[in-house]
């Protein structure tokens, strides 16, 4: 497959898309980064005051992409303490609609490239189409959807990529080889691999044969390849460096924020930023 497109299936035939905006910004950033970072807020926790201070200290400190979680009942990709943030969330009545009116906001902030992550029963409810067609009225270049099925949810797949939106598939250690090539083949954008089993949240040992089953989904799918899932720090984005293409950090910041504030994700995203030399 030609970098840079993708086979998808419309009126019964193969076709080719074009680039999509995300995977052009990513191939350029690679050119003179070791390795893209991207981070997470769960919208509305604690607030949206704090989400806005957090991605603006992200901004602040060379992150490439910014994921943007829709809170949802049963987050089954998420571990305890992001289930009980989105369960916090929702207890405060937050709505979907306020939800995209902020990441509509920061996408107009901040010259990154935002994505919302959600489930996909928010997508169902909402109107598939009518969905990422807001998201592409707004801005957003692409959107994480754990638990929608490669088969089932081509709708939501097919749909993204023909608005030019990436919609992110979900790659593991036990993907085999038709499996990744299918991965790539429908969802768009770049691979998110979860390098072990189980939820959000707990520490992951990038440990060589981790890191042999990054390279090889890599080699296989010839995609770009966003590691996620239990990085704490600088010193395991350093280990990603040639292996991945993005480093995802999700979890660890929200035990920042929540231990030592705002102040304690400044010094945290330095010694990120650190990795690619920015700081």
């Not at 289930?83 to 709505?95: D, F, I, M, R």
């Not at 067609?133 to 023909?162: H, M, N």
């Not at 292996?243 to 929540?258: H, L, N, Y």
């Amino acid at each position: 497959m030609k970098a840079g497109s993708h086979l998808f299936r419309k009126g019964g035939e193969d076709m080719q898309s074009e680039q999509l905006q995300i995977e052009k910004y990513i191939e350029d950033l690679k050119k003179s980064k070791n390795i893209l970072l991207m981070t997470h807020q769960i919208i509305g926790y604690p607030d949206f005051a704090t989400n806005e201070l957090a991605i603006e200290c992200f901004y602040r400190h060379g992150v490439d992409l910014i994921e943007l979680q829709i809170p949802f009942s049963d987050p089954v990709a998420d571990g305890p303490l992001f289930v009980k943030s989105n369960q916090a969330v929702l207890e405060k009545g937050v709505k979907v609609t306020q939800c995209l009116e902020f990441v509509a906001r920061m996408v107009k902030k901040y010259p990154v490239s935002f994505l919302i992550m959600t489930y996909y029963n928010i997508l169902y409810q909402y109107g598939v189409q009518r969905f990422i067609d807001k998201c592409q009225q707004i801005g957003v270049q692409g959107t994480i959807v754990p638990d929608a099925p490669l088969d089932e949810a081509r709708e939501y797949f097919d749909y993204s990529r023909q608005q030019g939106l990436a919609a992110v598939s979900i790659a593991t250690p036990y993907s085999f080889e038709q499996r990744l090539q299918e991965i790539a083949s429908v969802g768009s954008g770049f691979i998110y691999y979860v390098p072990r089993k189980g939820v959000t949240g707990s520490k992951t040992n990038f440990a060589d044969e981790v890191l042999a089953g990054i390279k090889s989904a890599k080699n296989i799918t010839g995609a770009t390849i966003a590691v996620g899932f239990g990085i704490q720090g600088a010193e395991d984005v350093a280990k990603l460096i040639g292996t991945a293409d993005i480093a995802i950090i999700g979890s660890k910041i929200q035990r920042v924020i929540e231990s030592e504030g705002l102040s304690g994700l400044e010094l945290f995203m330095e010694a990120i930023a650190g990795v690619n030399g920015e700081e």
